[in-house]
């Protein structure tokens, strides 16, 4: 079964860093792209960027650019998003979901998501 | 504000036919092809329609998309209670090289 795995819930301070995890099984790890969606409370998706396992090419989003950081570990069939600095607006629901690397390719796996708090 | 227009809201009785619209411009939908996400309360989307009219696996033939132009829809007949959810557009953007969502659309089965 194709899955995404994604890690725990995670509460941080502002200021604190953070990096969440999704792990991929079932397929070839290399053969899609994963992509970071991040949905606010009560809001809609918002794509982040993605990366190319094969070759940890990344393609972030305007909005997102120099804000996160997007990494992937083929080794062990895991990609990354990373924080160096936690804003109470970081707060969210995070979905990692994979994509075939075409342009308009759809995203046809989802992991189930990883809560982000961020409070003082 | 979404790159992607949808109504926020729609609505039908169970057997209906209800349409979801998405609209955008010619760097996304006018220029690439439409892909729809379902969102049922409490859980990650699921991909629904993609490269404009095609069901992945599983998907009910209730189900269909179009798209025309810089425009695509959402249609669902038979309406059924479990349909109740989110539903987002998507497509790729030429001029901000990303991923556009719609705003999203709440359907609610009255």
């Known amino acids: 079964e194709v899955q995404l795995v994604q890690s725990g819930a995670e509460v941080k301070k502002p200021g604190e860093s953070l990096r969440i995890s999704c792990k991929g099984s079932?397929?070839?790890?290399?053969?899609?792209?994963i992509s970071w969606v991040r949905q606010m409370p009560g809001k809609g998706l918002e794509w982040m960027g993605r990366?190319?396992?094969?070759?940890?090419?990344?393609n972030y989003s305007p909005s997102f650019q120099g804000h996160v950081t997007i990494s992937a570990d083929k080794s062990i069939s895991t990609a990354y998003l990373q924080w160096s600095s936690l804003k109470a607006s970081d707060t969210a629901m995070y979905y990692c979901?994979?994509?075939?690397?075409?342009?308009?390719?759809?995203?046809?796996?989802w992991g189930k998501g990883t809560t982000v708090t961020v409070s003082s | 504000q979404s790159v992607l227009t949808q109504p926020p809201s729609a609505s039908g009785t169970p057997g209906q036919r209800v349409t979801i619209s998405c609209s955008g411009s010619?760097?996304?939908?006018?220029?690439?092809?439409v892909n729809w996400y379902q969102q049922l309360p409490g859980t990650a989307p699921k991909l629904l329609i993609y490269?404009?009219?095609q069901r992945p696996s599983g998907v009910p033939d209730r189900f269909s998309g179009s798209k025309s132009g810089t425009s695509a829809s959402l249609a669902i007949s038979g309406l059924q209670s479990e349909d109740e959810a989110d539903y987002y557009c998507?497509?790729?953007?030429?001029?901000?090289?990303?991923?556009?969502f719609g705003g999203g659309t709440k359907l609610t089965v009255l």
């Open positions: 979901a994979r994509t075939p690397g075409l342009l308009s390719a759809p995203l046809d796996v």
């Open positions: 079932g397929y070839s790890f290399t053969s899609y792209w």
């Open positions: 990366i190319d396992p094969s070759d940890s090419y990344t």
């Open positions: 010619s760097s996304n939908i006018g220029s690439n092809t």
């Open positions: 490269s404009n009219n």
């Open positions: 998507a497509a790729w953007d030429d001029s901000l090289n990303a991923v556009v």
